[in-house]
């Protein structure tokens, strides 16, 4: 998780709404980011029941695989409470940023706020801690584990008759404990006579339990009732604070005319008040079951991905409309060129064609490999080799680098300007059009950065690196990073393809030791997803030595 990186969406709570939309948001190529409190509303349950192919599954194991699904679609999920949101001004692409309880804030153009609710319970001894155990609430959620038991029914609000009969389909021993709730109505006293349900009244004070199992219901008069499970319904409040710096509040959560709780009020796909956050599972709906709140993460994943695009299409229509030239200098003009006298036709038609064959080729995320490296260091100046479509470029101007960003392709360069006028780093970024077997961009820089710049066109390889090692400063880095072997799914390389080790890059470049310093030489692997959607690893080669 990176401070000044902004995703697509945020996603707070990473129970199953949460990672469900995530998952869905993922699978759409968007950058996610999912933080999850670790205090789901089921934790206290042992299983996770009536959710096809999941049947009785731990809510831990769930999530847990949950998890392990979504970051194989590049999601980030991270422990943290999200103490705050609010609206970021002045920023077109930013609209939200969230704080953490650490005081970590992170920038969003969407948010989907998934943190559920907390059951408020009768203030009865005992009560609290036998919660999703044997005390329960859901006869779908745990109604078979207790079927043929003794069962108790404890009133508190007007769905008493309607639990009871609910759990009588369940067991020919149901009792209901008036308590404190309202008085039955003539037709439910009849309802429950006829079902073979018992009515005890009085209020109840406290729970026997006998090795950790309840076995009775104590009345204020002092009678025990003997029974194994006790039915409660509770008061659903959303956990929600964290919206108040959005303008959102709760409202009354009402059925059939009666209040049960609050919640965060939403239209069908999630959708609020508040432009640009939606909610999903229990927050809005406190009734939904656990898949019932991953179906409604799925489709308000689909409603932001569908809202994203629909921002990003307005964006290119009104860049087309400008003659891809808006005020932002997005477009040709804000690519400086080299002429195309010092650019190979062919070299420069290749490239093109690459980019022209969908809308984006690359993921838009950074490299990661430089985000690692170069998180921690101190801004300056960058020279960004083969940007592409400028994923590497925009992240590091958004973390404050002055960025001369260079490639051959005319039209990686455009949507590369687009792009970071989007993300509002355009004056930090110098695009410029060279090819690097004619011309070499001027000036010294902090960092240099070749990332996968290797060419299925015949190509000067080493001697481009050579200049880039000339083009860094004093105690200024240079970071090459090239593929290490043929990916797993390609059908088209020859088997005898071999890729140049790290040793042999670094001895290419033909540097005076007096004059760098190695700082890592290795072949780390990093987790992709193939085409077919399937876990893969590659392998890199990594080289990043610093001018003393």
């Not at 956990?239 to 710096?245: E, K, M, N, S, T």
């Not at 965060?264 to 432009?275: F, K, L």
């Amino acid at each position: 998780m990176h401070e000044h990186r902004i995703y697509d969406v945020v996603v707070v709570g990473g129970g199953a709404a949460g990672l469900s939309g995530a998952l869905t948001l993922g699978r759409s190529r968007r950058s996610v980011l999912v933080i999850d409190g670790g205090a789901p509303r089921n934790a206290p349950a042992g299983h996770v029941h009536n959710y096809l192919t999941s049947e009785g599954v731990a809510p831990a194991d769930l999530y847990a695989t949950g998890r392990a699904e979504v970051a194989r679609y590049g999601v980030e999920v991270v422990d943290g409470t999200v103490t705050k949101a609010h609206r970021v001004e002045g920023n077109d692409r930013a609209r939200f940023e969230v704080e953490l309880a650490d005081g970590e804030l992170v920038r969003a153009r969407r948010l989907l706020v998934t943190t559920g609710l907390v059951d408020e319970l009768p203030a009865i001894p005992g009560l609290a801690e036998r919660w999703g155990r044997d005390v329960l609430h859901c006869p779908y959620c745990h109604g078979w584990e207790v079927r043929d038991q003794a069962v108790g029914v404890l009133a508190t609000g007007p769905m008493t008759t309607h639990h009871a009969l609910l759990f009588r389909q369940l067991t020919d021993d149901v009792v209901v404990f008036t308590h404190t709730g309202p008085p039955l109505t003539p037709e439910q006293a009849e309802q429950l006579a006829a079902r073979g349900v018992r009515v005890v009244e009085g209020e109840v004070t406290g729970l026997k339990v006998t090795d950790d199992r309840l076995t009775g219901v104590r009345l204020r008069s002092g009678e025990l009732v003997a029974r194994q499970a006790l039915v409660v319904g509770p008061r659903f409040a959303a956990r929600a604070d964290l919206l108040a710096g959005l303008g959102l509040t709760t409202s009354e959560f009402v059925v059939g005319g009666h209040v049960f709780g609050d919640h965060v009020a939403a239209d069908a796909s999630g959708a609020t008040v508040v432009p640009g956050v939606w909610v999903a599972g229990n927050v809005t709906d406190p009734q939904a079951t656990v898949i019932a709140a991953a179906a409604a993460g799925v489709k308000a994943g689909a409603a932001l991905n569908a809202d994203l695009i629909a921002e990003e299409t307005d964006r290119a229509v009104t860049a087309l409309r400008a003659g891809a030239n808006t005020e932002a200098g997005t477009g040709a003009d804000a690519v400086a060129g080299t002429g195309a006298d010092v650019v190979d036709a062919e070299t420069a038609r290749h490239w093109d064609e690459l980019y022209q064959r969908r809308e984006r080729i690359w993921s838009g995320r950074a490299n990661p490999h430089l985000v690692d490296i170069v998180d921690p260091l101190p801004a300056g100046t960058a020279l960004d080799l083969g940007c592409g479509e400028g994923a590497d470029a925009i992240w590091l101007a958004g973390h404050g680098w002055q960025v001369t960003a260079v490639d051959v392709s005319t039209t990686a360069l455009e949507r590369a300007a687009a792009e970071a006028a989007t993300a509002g780093v355009a004056a930090r970024i110098d695009f410029q059009r060279h090819d690097l077997t004619r011309t070499f961009p001027e000036g010294v820089f902090d960092l240099v950065s070749a990332q996968f710049l290797q060419s299925p066109l015949e190509f000067p390889r080493a001697e481009v690196l050579r200049a880039a090692a000339r083009a860094v400063a004093p105690g200024g880095r240079l970071l090459i990073v090239e593929h290490g072997e043929v990916p797993p799914w390609s059908r088209l390389a020859h088997p005898d393809v071999r890729f140049p080790t790290p040793e042999e890059t670094l001895a290419e470049l033909h540097l005076d030791p007096d004059g760098w310093r190695t700082e890592r030489l290795d072949a780390p692997r990093r987790a992709v997803t193939d085409p077919d959607g399937q876990p893969a690893t590659l392998v890199d080669h990594l080289v990043l030595v610093r001018r003393r």
